[in-house]
């Protein structure tokens, strides 16, 4: 039997063995892996739910971070119009020009017909006075303080309370245009318009402007109730999930590619859900004055949880090619086995110049190097007030530079102690040589 014909027989035994082997373990029931793919499962179906509720927890039921959020909303047209509707209609109404100027004109009956023309005249200089109160600071400042009030009425309605400045009655939160109406009575007077201090604020009802109204304000009020405990960290523990499944699979290249895609998976749903809830964010606002506004106010709104969403198919991006890359795929393993050997050969050549002290120094440590690298990369997320995708790019950049650094400098050090191990036998082999001359 020639080589050629042992080589193949080696071959195709070796080849039955690992069919057998592989046969063996898809009959096998695996404990381990069925709970890895369970966890995995599990985490995946509350990654929405988790992310929405920590999301709202930290942007609508939190005063300061929900007004932070809105503000910038004092400075969209749309919003500016809305309001500036609302409060020149009431200011008009209740100024009555018209009627002011007829009873001041009706000892002179010749020029009662310049009252049209005077009227239209005061109530274009309230609109323009409404205008500038709305491009004014002053605004900027009214309007935090119309949606700290509203922030706080929407908390209370969601926890059953109806006290507070803004109200919430028969489904519908609406806020009280006063005190930006006085504003712009007091602009009026420095304008010159001195009877507009006498104008009466009108009552509370033809006031107000309707924020939201929603006949689901009672499941709302359930689903916060019961979700608001868990909101917080939910999050954190559907990560660990994560975290763990892939601890706990035997095929862990594998299953990282799983929960990368299963994140994505999950915040495409969230993201569905956003398209969903801006519909229904639009038909709650229609026929109100905040109709027009309703494309910015959800747009700033939801501002935070898009930028999650973004991070989130980030994330999952990463985890798969993380995962690809770690993997047995002939692909993967060509291209890991290039960057060894690319690392490798550099490293080789490093150990003989002044870098050789540095790659001994973390070849001797060089997993304590790659945990405190991951480590710091994971810190930089988690401890970041916002994760977004761009800043997980930029941590994962850099936390890739550095490993290959790491193990470039690993490289150098393996060299090096490969370089002295060869001096140290030469030297042992070195007098038998000499005395057998």
Do not use: C
């Amino acid at each position: 039997m020639s080589d050629q014909d042992v080589n193949e027989l080696k071959a195709r035994i070796a080849e039955l063995e690992a069919s057998n082997e592989q046969l063996a373990h898809k009959r096998r029931f695996d404990g381990r892996s069925f709970g890895a793919w369970v966890v995995l499962i599990v985490a995946a179906l509350l990654l929405p739910l988790a992310l929405t509720a920590f999301w709202a927890q930290r942007t609508i039921t939190d005063t300061e971070r929900y007004v932070a959020t809105v503000a910038p909303l004092a400075q969209d047209p749309t919003i500016k119009e809305a309001v500036g509707t609302k409060v020149s209609t009431v200011l008009i109404d209740q100024l009555n020009a018209q009627q002011r100027i007829q009873e001041l004109l009706v000892d002179y009956p010749k020029l009662s017909a310049l009252s049209v023309p005077i009227a239209s005249g005061v109530n274009s200089l309230v609109q323009r006075t409404v205008t500038e109160v709305l491009d004014s600071d002053q605004f900027a400042n009214v309007w935090v303080t119309i949606n700290r009030q509203a922030q706080q009425a929407i908390v209370n309605a969601l926890e059953g309370k109806t006290d507070g400045a803004v109200t919430v009655t028969n489904g519908q939160v609406v806020l009280d245009t006063g005190e930006l109406i006085t504003l712009v009575k007091q602009a009026l007077v420095d304008r010159g318009l001195s009877f507009a201090a006498n104008i009466p604020v009108p009552p509370v009802a033809d006031r107000q402007i309707v924020l939201l109204q929603s006949q689901e304000l009672q499941r709302a009020q359930t689903f916060y109730q019961l979700g608001q405990p868990v909101a917080q960290w939910l999050i954190y523990v559907v990560l660990l999930m994560f975290v763990g499944a892939i601890l706990l699979s035997r095929n862990r290249p594998k299953t990282t590619i799983a929960v990368g895609v299963a994140i994505i998976l999950g915040m495409l749903v969230i993201r569905l859900g956003m398209v969903w809830g801006q519909n229904e964010v639009s038909l709650s606002l229609q026929n109100t004055p905040f109709a027009l506004a309703e494309r910015a106010f959800f747009i700033i709104l939801t501002s935070f949880l898009l930028d999650a969403v973004r991070a989130g198919f980030v994330l999952g991006l990463i985890l798969v090619i993380i995962g690809w890359f770690l993997s047995k795929g002939a692909a993967a393993t060509a291209v890991r086995g290039a960057l060894s050997g690319g690392l490798g050969g550099a490293g080789g050549r490093a150990a003989h110049g002044p870098l050789a002290p540095i790659g001994s120094f973390f070849a001797k440590s060089a997993g304590v190097w790659r945990v405190l690298i991951i480590g710091i990369a994971v810190a930089v997320v988690l401890t970041s007030d916002q994760v977004t995708g761009s800043l997980l790019l930029w941590t994962t950049f850099f936390a890739v530079i550095a490993l290959v650094v790491l193990e470039f400098f690993v490289a150098t050090g393996r060299a090096v102690e490969a370089a002295e191990a060869d001096g140290a036998v030469a030297a042992d082999e070195e007098p038998a040589g000499v005395g057998a001359g």
